[in-house]
């Protein structure tokens, strides 16, 4: 191990980690949409009537609200309301802008959160959660639509993995 690498780890605190990986989930997903081709980012593949997959531009509102609800929550502000449309957006390109603004925000509120912050219980759409755990959620939402938009991708025949020097760098 790196006198660099043991440094970094041993002066970031566990708020510190978990911004930094809000934001760089927001960039590795930002990356699938950008993969897409236009003609799919809201295309909503279907197997009959009754299926009912979002969009990649309807997951990745959904990945703002998250990061959005998750803020509004750490900040003391309550619970927002989903919005009624998830895909408002102009263009993939003022989607990973709005979705890195998100991760920003939000990451900026988690970065310095301290032991007692991450203790705390937060009022949660899913009951009482404690911060430690509260801040993983907007990761592992991302995460989970990373894969969405991958195989959204393997429907229309992009058999490639999208990722970038983000995915695979602290």
């Not at 970094?8 to 949409?33: C, D, H, P, Y």
């Not at 799919?40 to 998250?66: A, K, M, T, Y």
């Not at 920003?104 to 009482?128: C, F, I, N």
């Amino acid at each position: 191990m790196s006198a660099e690498l043991l440094e970094k780890i041993e002066s970031t605190s566990v708020a510190g980690w978990q911004a930094r990986l809000i934001e760089k989930s927001a960039a590795i997903l930002a990356n699938f949409v950008d993969s897409t081709r236009e003609d799919r980012l809201r295309w909503h593949p279907s197997v009959d009537e009754s299926s009912n997959v979002r969009s990649v531009l309807e997951q990745i509102g959904e990945c703002i609200f998250v990061n959005q609800r998750f803020h509004s929550i750490l900040r003391g502000k309550g619970l927002p309301e989903a919005p009624k449309v998830w895909d408002d957006f102009t263009d993939a390109a003022d989607a990973i802008t709005r979705l890195k603004e998100s991760a920003h925000q939000l990451a900026k509120v988690v970065e310095v959160m301290d032991s007692e912050a991450l203790a705390k219980d937060y009022t949660t759409h899913r009951g009482p959660m404690p911060g430690i755990l509260l801040i993983q959620f907007p990761v592992r939402n991302m995460t989970y639509h990373m894969g969405q938009i991958n195989m959204i991708q393997l429907l229309y025949g992009d058999t490639e993995f999208h990722i970038t020097d983000e995915f695979t760098t602290l």
